[in-house]
């Protein structure tokens, strides 16, 4: 499965930083 990571990444042009700092924003939900 992919990683939260992977997925921005493959579906964005999104900076690492910024792929970085959705995955910290988006995990609050998530766990």
């Not at 499965?1 to 609050?28: I, K, Y």
């Amino acid at each position: 499965m992919a990683t939260l990571s992977e997925l921005l990444r493959g579906r964005t042009d999104l900076p690492d930083h910024d792929v970085e700092w959705l995955q910290l924003l988006v995990g609050d939900w998530q766990l």
